[in-house]
């Protein structure tokens, strides 16, 4: 599969500002820092498209992406960059307006048909069982992407996974993917995962 386009279309706060227009639409939600907008600039292999920082608190507002690519099931569909979660630097008002922000979000989206909780290899998120549980009351199941693989040798990752896999509410039989946006590790998992996730909601909509 080829992305053949890849654009940024708006910055919104509130949902009548989201785009009209109505394609699949995949989500990356977790803590601040933890790598979102990094995973989606990895995915695309567009660097700076989503923009990046060493400071946890660099996306406020919930950032959409048109792509285009050459899979029949991901002709066109949305990515979409969320403000990181947990972040205790960030002014506590602004900290306050992101989670209903991101509630009526994940609520309210029509075309959204996937959620990627990307959570920090050697970090087990002390609220990751919230997390995952919120999701799922909102109406979603996450996709768990652990994170920054390369920052542990490969002898420790696995041992890492497994504990993060049994820390949170994940059905075994779900995946949980080993993702690096720096070396692409997991990149045709991921992608795989996507697009099941768009293709299960064209089945739905008979598209
Ligand atoms: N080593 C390594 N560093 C990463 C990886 N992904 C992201 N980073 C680094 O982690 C930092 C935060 O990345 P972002 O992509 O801005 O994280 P975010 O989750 O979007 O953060 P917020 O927008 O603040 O919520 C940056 O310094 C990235 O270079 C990775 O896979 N490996
Ligand atoms: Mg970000």
Same mark, same amino acid.
């Given at each position: 599969m080829k992305v053949s386009s890849a654009d940024f279309v708006k910055s919104c706060v509130a949902s009548n500002q989201y785009p009209k227009e109505c394609l699949p639409e995949v989500a990356f939600l977790g803590r601040s820092n933890v790598g979102k907008s990094s995973t989606i600039n990895a995915l695309l292999k567009r660097k700076g498209l989503a923009k990046v920082s060493m400071t946890p608190g660099k996306t406020q507002t919930i950032n959409f992406f048109r792509i285009a690519s050459t899979?029949?099931? %991901?002709?066109?569909?949305?990515?979409?960059?969320?403000?990181?979660? $947990?972040? =205790?630097? @960030?002014?506590?008002?602004?900290?306050?307006?992101?989670g209903p922000m991101i509630e009526t979000y994940l609520? =309210? &989206?029509?075309? %959204?048909? $996937?959620?990627?909780? %990307?959570?920090?290899? &050697?970090?087990?998120?002390?609220?990751?069982? *919230?997390?995952?549980e919120w999701i799922r009351h909102l109406g979603h199941?996450?996709? @768990?992407?652990?994170?920054? =693989?390369?920052?542990?040798?490969?002898? +420790? &990752?696995?041992a890492a996974l497994r504990q993060i896999q049994q820390s949170l509410p994940v059905n075994l039989a +779900?995946?949980? #993917?080993?993702?690096? =946006?720096?070396?692409? *590790?997991?990149?045709?998992? %991921?992608?795989?995962? #996507?697009?099941?996730? @768009? $293709?299960?909601?064209?089945r739905g909509m008979n598209l």
């Open positions: 899979d029949t099931l %991901l002709k066109h569909f949305f990515l979409v960059d969320l403000p990181g979660a $947990g972040y =205790a630097k @960030v002014p506590r008002t602004l900290r306050e307006q992101w609520t =309210a &989206r029509a075309g %959204l048909c $996937g959620v990627v909780l %990307l959570v920090d290899i &050697r970090r087990n998120d002390t609220n990751g069982v *919230e997390t995952v199941e996450p996709l @768990v992407v652990v994170t920054k =693989a390369d920052k542990l040798s490969r002898s +420790h &990752r696995q +779900h995946q949980v #993917i080993l993702y690096s =946006a720096h070396t692409h *590790e997991g990149h045709q998992e %991921l992608w795989k995962a #996507i697009r099941h996730m @768009v $293709g299960g909601q064209q």
